[in-house]
């Protein structure tokens, strides 16, 4: 029997090693690459989820959008550029997902890429989409907005559509007011004081302050400024409502209605053959009595029975300050008007209608005073005209038919300067304010028209449509 | 000396044989439960991957619905008016019904004036992407293809091989189907996939009906 040198025990351990070794070999690969394939699959899902997750964001952020930009009607969104009252963010969701937005012109290179569109000429997309390239210049009202959503490494996502805006302009309109009181200024109205008539409306440019409750406005009491105090009226009350304009009102442009000049020398000159003359001596059919003259206060007056002509009508223009204090016609209405370059007081009884056809009863360049008892509303005439450049009293029991429109210049830049201020006030500045008291009463029936008045246009409003869906 | 010898002595046969038998049974089993486990697990992948397939289809039909029709420029202009892209004639009907004529809505074709949205279908040289497209299902290759009509050539697979059906529903504003182009707002995708797996009960192809409802944004209804 032949003995075996070898040791079989010893040569086989080793294989068992081996094999195991190689079995975890085969296994620590397997784990490696189901590892990797895992973290594949995850990453995946991860980036689907991101993807959902801006996606999300972006038309939430959208669908905010769209809400402020159709609920908007006062912003030029082609200037702003920028979504109405939250703006063009950014915006966070979470920690991790946040949008923006951006609003573009159409034709804006951002939109393509930096790439311009074609164009201009026919067929070209320019010419198709009514635009010029310029990104700040819309041509065709459509704009473009985006939401851009960012999430975890990366992730975007961007949804646009298109924004319609139509700029709705808010243009000026005229409207006819027919004030009895026009004053270019402030105005109180106090104690039983009555505007009455069809069209017994007061307006200010400025302020009316109202005192008591025993004041009487048939028609409407309006003021571009404020209604401050007891304000009432039959009619409308308002403030803030659109000046009326107030023409310059100088005695100048009415002086073709005079039939007498009373000059600041004291010479009463009556118009002959289309000049003035010296009208002693002519007698009383045509030189007037009753006027007294001071030239130390350069002031005509008139007391007792108001001046007549001895003709039916006459128009004082006078070259100074006037006084009416008389007690007028013992029957009827004396028919004069005064044109004065200076400041105009009536008291007394007066009673008045205008002395010429063009129904101007009184202009003055200085201050108007018109108080006691003085009545000038003959119902059987038609409206007077009193105009006044500075500042205007109606007090006492005085009645007036017809308008009164006040200019309400200030007397430190309208004093008489027979070079520079010709208009000026050849008077003094009895009256700061302009105030209608006591128990005056004017009364308009409205036959001298009403005044155009321009309301300007507001700022344009905005129509928002928005349309079209595009994912990018 | 006597040690050896019996170190040495080797199995009866019929040792050998219970050995053989039990080991036979033992691996044969592990090896039929390994065989289960691992036809179980490939056909939850092949089940998973043919569900993913599906839903990128869906995602991607999807945004083309949802951005068909945009039209900022109300194109035509003028009823009657016809579009040159991709060919002169073209009208513009935004969302096309069947557009391959086939009998069944397995296929539609998208218009959007959307890339970039300038009034021209297409563009000026018909070669605006994604602006006239067509999805359909090609039961040849068990996908679903695309073609862009604007950019032309070839209707291109855009799946696996994993498509057993494709199906469009077009629903009014009210939900309700209709047949009229006009008056589509909604439509609903549905996508049957298909695993590569064999179901050993059913030695059938296991099959999934994925769906997806998507209104039509870029129309102003």
Request: net charge negative; with cysteine.
């Amino acid at each position: 029997m032949t003995t075996h040198p070898m040791n079989p025990v010893r040569s086989e351990q080793g294989v068992a090693l081996i094999i195991v070794l190689l079995l975890l070999a085969v296994m620590a690969g397997l784990t490696t690459g189901l590892t990797l394939n895992g973290q594949t699959e995850i990453a995946m899902a991860h980036n689907e989820q991101y993807y959902a997750g801006a996606r999300a964001a972006a038309e939430a952020g959208m669908n905010r959008a769209t809400e402020q930009i159709l609920g908007n009607i006062t912003d030029n969104l082609m200037v702003t550029k920028a979504v109405p009252v939250i703006g063009n963010g950014p915006f966070n969701l979470t920690d991790e997902y946040s949008y923006t937005f951006e609003i573009l012109d159409d034709d804006d290179p951002v939109l393509y890429g930096g790439a311009a569109l074609t164009g201009p000429g026919p067929g070209t997309q320019l010419e198709a989409m009514a635009e010029d390239g310029d990104p700040n210049v819309d041509g065709n009202m459509r704009m473009v907005v985006r939401a851009t959503a960012t999430g975890p490494r990366g992730t975007m996502v961007t949804i646009a559509r298109i924004l319609e805006s139509v700029a709705i302009p808010d243009l000026p309109t005229t409207t006819t007011i027919n004030p009895a009181i026009l004053v270019n200024g402030d105005l109180s109205i106090a104690g039983n004081t009555k505007v009455i008539g069809t069209q017994g409306n007061v307006h200010a440019n400025e302020d009316v302050t109202g005192s008591g409750g025993s004041y009487e406005v048939a028609g409407n009491l309006t003021a571009s400024g404020d209604l401050i105090g007891d304000i009432h009226a039959t009619g409308l009350t308002a403030g803030g409502m659109p000046p009326i304009p107030v023409p310059e009102i100088k005695v100048a442009d009415y002086t073709g209605l005079a039939t007498h000049k009373l000059t600041s020398t004291g010479a009463i000159l009556v118009l002959s053959g289309g000049m003035w003359v010296p009208c002693f001596g002519k007698g009383a059919t045509e030189c007037p009595v009753g006027w007294s003259y001071s030239l130390a206060t350069n002031t005509w007056s008139a007391s007792g029975s108001m001046p007549t002509s001895g003709v039916n009508k006459s128009t004082y223009w006078v070259e100074g300050n006037v006084a009416l204090n008389g007690t007028g016609k013992t029957a009827g209405f004396t028919q004069m008007s005064v044109l004065a370059e200076g400041n105009l007081t009536v008291q007394g009884n007066g009673k008045f209608k205008p002395g010429n056809e063009s129904g101007i009863q009184f202009v003055t360049n200085g201050d108007f005073d018109l108080s006691g008892t003085v009545d000038a509303d003959d119902s059987l005439d038609m409206d007077g005209q009193i105009l006044v450049r500075e500042q205007m009293r109606i007090a006492g029991n005085s009645e007036f038919q017809g308008r009164v429109m006040v200019e309400d210049r200030d007397h430190a830049d309208n004093i008489y300067n027979a070079v520079t201020n010709p208009n000026g006030n050849r008077g003094g500045d009895p009256l700061e304010v302009n105030s209608l008291s006591g128990n005056m009463t004017v009364t308009y029936n409205g036959s001298l028209g009403g005044i155009t008045v321009e309301i300007p246009g507001g700022p344009d409003t905005y129509t928002n449509t928005i349309s079209g869906w595009i994912e990018q | 000396m006597s040690m050896n010898l019996r170190n040495e002595r080797g199995f009866t046969l019929a040792e050998l044989m219970v050995a053989t038998l039990i080991t036979t049974a033992v691996l044969g089993g592990a090896v039929m439960l390994t065989s289960q486990v691992q036809n179980s697990f490939r056909r939850q992948i092949e089940d998973s991957a043919g569900e993913q397939e599906g839903r990128y289809a869906l995602d991607w039909v999807s945004r083309l619905i949802r951005a068909a029709g945009n039209n900022p420029f109300g194109l035509p202009v003028n009823v009657g008016d016809t579009a040159n892209c991709p060919a002169p004639g073209q009208t513009y009907d935004w969302v096309i019904i069947n557009p391959l004529g086939n009998m069944t809505n397995d296929n539609i074709r998208l218009q959007t004036d959307a890339n970039p949205p300038d009034g021209i279908l297409g563009g000026p040289a018909c070669d605006q992407a994604n602006e006239d497209v067509t999805v359909s299902y090609d039961p040849m290759t068990s996908s679903i293809t695309f073609l862009d009509n604007n950019l032309g050539g070839a209707a291109v697979v855009r799946t696996d091989a994993v498509i057993d059906g494709l199906l469009f529903v077009f629903k009014d504003s009210n939900r309700v189907p209709t047949a009229n182009p006009a008056n589509v707002v909604y439509v609903e995708t549905q996508v049957t996939v298909r695993t590569r797996t064999i179901n050993p009960i059913t030695m059938l192809p296991e099959t999934r009906l994925l769906t997806q409802e998507v209104r039509l944004r870029g129309r102003n209804f």
